[in-house]
T-cell receptor
Framework: GQNIDQPTEMTATEGAIVQINCTYQTSGFNGLFWYQQHAGEAPTFLSYNVLDGLEEKGRFSSFLSRSKGYSYLLLKELQMKDSASYLCAVTKSNYQLIWGAGTKLIIKP | DSGVTQTPKHLITATGQRVTLRCSPRSGDLSVYWYQQSLDQGLQFLIQYYNGEERAKGNILERFSAQQFPDLHSELNLSSLELGDSALYFC???????????????FGEGSRLTVL
C-alpha cells in the first residue's frame, strides 16, 4: 500500500530549532514536497526534494533519504508566525500526489 | 497571491441542496486538483483534471462531480448536501513537470461551505 506518516502535533519554543519527520512507503517515487498551512488558509509551498541530501532555504531546510523513505523539515530560529501545520506530500511517476495528514506545530514564547 | 481563483469564498446552504464551486487555475497551468478539508483534518484528494480530461480520482462521493472546461477553469458540483459535507474546498493547479511529475501545486484560498 501507500502510506505517509508524520507526527500529529509538536511543540517548540520561540527561537529554538525543530525537526518535523516524514516517512513514506510508496511505489514510483519521484520527489517529496513540504507545504505550510496556517489555520483556515491555503497551503503554501516550502520545498521540493528529488535527490538525497539537504536543501537549505533561509530558516527552513529539507532533507531526503530515498533509500530510507525518510524526509525531515528543519525550522531554525522559530518565530511565532511559524505556528502552522506542515504537510509532507510524495509525488509519483504517474502524476499522483500522496499527502500526509500534516503536523501541527505549536510555538510557545 | 497564488494566481488561483476560487469562488465563492463562503457559502451557506441547507441539507439536500446543490452547490457549484468554481476554480480558475494559474495562467498556463494545465492540471486542476480539488481537495476537501474538514475542520482540523488533512487534505482529502477528490479529483484531478489535466487539460480537460479526468486524470485521477480520489475519495470523491457519487453525489459530487467535477469537470474542466476548454478554457481550463473547473467546477465542482456537490449535490444532496449533508451536514458532513461542511468543509473547506481547495482547488490547486500545476503545470506538470518532467518525468510525469505533478509539479508544484498552487492553491486557491478555498471555498468554505457550511451546510445547515
Amino acid at each position: 500500500g501507500q502510506n505517509i506518516d508524520q507526527p500529529t502535533e509538536m511543540t517548540a519554543t520561540e527561537g529554538a530549532i525543530v525537526q518535523i519527520n516524514c516517512t513514506y512507503q510508496t511505489s514510483g517515487f519521484n520527489g517529496l514536497f513540504w507545504y505550510q498551512q496556517h489555520a483556515g488558509e491555503a497551503p503554501t509551498f516550502l520545498s521540493y526534494n528529488v535527490l538525497d541530501g539537504l536543501e537549505e532555504k533561509g530558516r527552513f531546510s529539507s532533507f531526503l533519504s530515498r533509500s530510507k523513505g525518510y524526509s525531515y523539515l528543519l525550522l531554525k530560529e522559530l518565530q511565532m508566525k511559524d505556528s502552522a501545520s506542515y504537510l509532507c506530500a510524495v509525488t509519483k511517476s504517474n502524476y499522483q500526489l500522496i499527502w500526509g495528514a500534516g503536523t501541527k506545530l505549536i510555538i510557545k514564547p | 497571491d497564488s494566481g488561483v481563483t476560487q469562488t465563492p469564498k463562503h457559502l451557506i446552504t441547507a441539507t439536500g441542496q446543490r452547490v457549484t464551486l468554481r476554480c480558475s487555475p494559474r495562467s498556463g497551468d494545465l492540471s486542476v486538483y480539488w481537495y476537501q478539508q474538514s475542520l482540523d483534518q488533512g487534505l482529502q484528494f477528490l479529483i484531478q483534471y489535466y487539460n480537460g480530461e479526468e486524470r485521477a480520482k480520489g475519495n470523491i462521493l457519487e453525489r459530487f462531480s467535477a469537470q474542466q472546461f476548454p478554457d481550463l477553469h473547473s467546477e465542482l458540483n456537490l449535490s444532496s448536501l449533508e451536514l458532513g459535507d461542511s468543509a473547506l474546498y481547495f482547488c490547486a493547479s500545476s503545470f506538470p513537470g518532467l518525468a510525469q511529475n505533478t509539479g508544484e501545486l498552487f492553491f486557491g484560498e478555498g471555498s468554505r461551505l457550511t451546510v445547515l
